[in-house]
T-cell receptor, first 111, second 116 residues
Framework: DGGITQSPKYLFRKEGQNVTLSCEQN?????MYWYRQDPGQGLRLIYY???????QKGDIAEGYSVSREKKESFPLTVTSAQKNPTAFYLC??????????FGPGTRLTVL | AQSVTQLGSHVSVSEGALVLLRCNYS??????LFWYVQYPNQGLQLLLK??????LVKGINGFEAEFKKSETSFHLTKPSAHMSDAAEYFC??????????????FGTGTLLAVQP
């Protein structure tokens, strides 16, 4: 089955720790995205990538980093510089900027 | 700049009643419009999309939406609500379908509750 997988489903972080969220897709899509979702705020774009080894900052990139070493993978690192990381994180992919297909999400909680 | 406004962060309907979720957009170029649905603790699923052609678009689960350029609207409707329709719904817009520069802009979402 083609689709997008995210792991883990739930993640707990201590203050000052970096954590990495995984996103993998087997849809052969060129573009991949990371969004943050907070109650009442909709989806906010963190980073996006159109091709391997290239990515751009979205609207709220501070405190986050990404890499795109393979077409099918786009991991997101939440660094200690992100002061309020508790949120639901969604990964998506698309053929360039056509409709996006979403993964099931990772819920990150800071302890 | 593009933007999306979803009127009503919470909408409640009775089972069997009409569902109407409102979406207005702002775009200086022809828009491409999408509705997504999100169930609790899950990702977003595409309900329907408007790119070009017929302005009345039919999607999954009995939903449809009509693109009205004069009103800059793309409201989502369903004739008869079902309990399983309870979810959060997001409207999104882009102006360069398939292009390499523009991104999807999402509204803040409307939470639909269906009462028995």
């Amino acid at each position: 089955d083609g689709g997008i997988t995210q792991s883990p489903k739930y993640l707990f972080r201590k203050e000052g720790q970096n954590v990495t969220l995984s996103c993998e897709q087997n849809l052969n899509h060129d573009a991949m995205y990371w969004y943050r979702q907070d109650p009442g705020q909709g989806l906010r774009l963190i980073y996006y990538s159109q091709i391997v080894n290239d990515f751009q900052k979205g609207d709220i990139a501070e405190g986050y980093s990404v890499s795109r070493e393979k077409k099918e993978s786009f991991p997101l690192t939440v660094t200690s510089a992100q002061k309020n990381p508790t949120a639901f994180y969604l990964c998506a992919s698309s053929m360039n900027f056509r409709e996006q297909f979403f993964g099931p999400g990772t819920r990150l909680t800071v302890l | 700049a593009q933007s999306v406004t979803q009127l009503g962060s919470h909408v409640s309907v009775s089972e069997g009643a009409l569902v109407l979720l409102r979406c207005n957009y702002s775009s200086s170029v022809p828009p491409y419009l999408f509705w997504y649905v999100q169930y609790p603790n899950q990702g977003l699923q595409l309900l329907l999309k408007y790119t070009t052609g017929a302005t009345l678009v039919k999607g999954i689960n009995g939903f449809e939406a009509e693109f009205k350029k004069s009103e800059t609207s793309f409201h989502l409707t369903k004739p008869s609500a079902h309990m399983s329709d309870a979810a959060e719904y997001f409207c999104a817009v882009t102006s360069n379908y398939g292009g390499a520069t523009n991104k999807l802009i999402f509204g803040t979402g409307t939470l639909l509750a269906v009462q028995p």
